[in-house]
């Protein structure tokens, strides 16, 4: 292609030569990166009628809603790109939204009838913008997370988490790990997505983002987000007047946008370079103890999509929730306590550029150090490696 787009000519042989060299080299990375996505990518070797779920997803996932569209009255943004944006639809980026609330002697509370716990930083009427309340203490950011093979994560049995966890310390090395129960429609389930493992699964925690982010009542959560929890303002400021919930409605192809984004996360590929727990970095990862809570391999079970079923992947994430000491972000969240976090999985973040929860981190060193809590033993096993070892310990991290 490149020598094509050059016009074909290869009048000099020196160029010529050179040229090929790099069109061979180019080939025989593109074939050992076959089996390996770029960022964005579907899964590898989907259904064709998976593809066109994928695609009509991405789709959704990329439209800029209007409050024709069901947008507001109060919203973060207006599509899901516009946070998930890095390095393709789908990923992270820098951008944080703002949670709240107040805790008093040992009680927290969401605020929710001042608006909280999540502010939603803009309004189709610009005198709708919620403001953080006065009585809220706890202020904090929460960066946005990357979906990259959130559909394998999605396919984990529930029973096979739960095995993991260890909420007593029984084995009596520090490390605990607690199970989110959520409740899930019907019944309970393994929460595993969010900085608290606050919801089970795509389909609720992108109905939760629909509405929480953008405004847009749907199927799971068909009630409006009062500005400032303010129900009786609620009326001024929607935009259209009387439009009928949920917003979110099915479109010409029979599926609603939820359930469109939704297939768009969990036929997203998991992100390159695949980390395998193999070498010097590895032992080094071990040694620290940093893999009691990120766990290297995983397996998906059964699945009625087929491309995620019985599939072995390397996401370094146990999804339990751990007490981290001071870098817990003080709210509490459904059954997560104040101090208790999710371990965030590790796959991708070479790719990153701002980590933990709230993004204060900006190097994967200043992330390790921030550890505490029951991490905090792993931390200090990491500080006394010798500087070679940590870097070699971060390359591995990185996928380096
Ligand atoms: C204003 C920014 C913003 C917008 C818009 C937004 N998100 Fe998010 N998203 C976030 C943040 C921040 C998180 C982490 C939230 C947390 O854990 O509390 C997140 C997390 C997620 C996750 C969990 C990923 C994981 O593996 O834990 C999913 C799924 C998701 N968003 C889907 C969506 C969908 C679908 C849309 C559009 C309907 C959307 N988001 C719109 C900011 C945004
Ligand atoms: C007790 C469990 C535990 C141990 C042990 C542990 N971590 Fe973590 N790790 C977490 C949790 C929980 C988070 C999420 C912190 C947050 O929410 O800000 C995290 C976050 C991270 C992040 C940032 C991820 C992101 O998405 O921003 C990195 C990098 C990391 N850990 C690396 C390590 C390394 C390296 C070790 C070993 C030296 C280690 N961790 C040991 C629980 C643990």
Redesign the pocket.
Known sequence: MALQRKGGGCERRRFCRRLSHRVVAVLALSLAAAAEAVPGDPLPALSPAHLVWFNEGAAAFSEEYVAEDGLGPIFNDRSCVACHSTPAPGGGSERTVTRFGRSESGNFDPLVSMGGPLLQAQAIDPACVETVPAEANVIVGRLTTPMFGAGLIEAIPDEDIAALADPGDSDGDG?SGRLHMVQYPGRPRVGRFG?KSQEATLLSFSSDAMVSEMGLTNALAPGTTAPGGDVALLAACEAIEGRADPEDAVGPEGFTDLVKVTNFARLLAPPTPSVRPTGRGWRL?RR???E???VARWNTGSHTVEELAFVRFYPYSDFLL?D?GA?GDGIVQGAAAATE????P?WG?GARTR???DGRATS?LE??QA?GG??AA??A??DALPAVGKRK?LDF?AGR
């Open positions: 490390i900085w990862f620290a103890r940093c009691t809570c990120h751990h981290m870098l976090m999710r371990t965030a590790l973040i980590y933990l929860h994967l992330a390790v550890h029951e991490a792993s931390r096993r990491f310990l991290v």
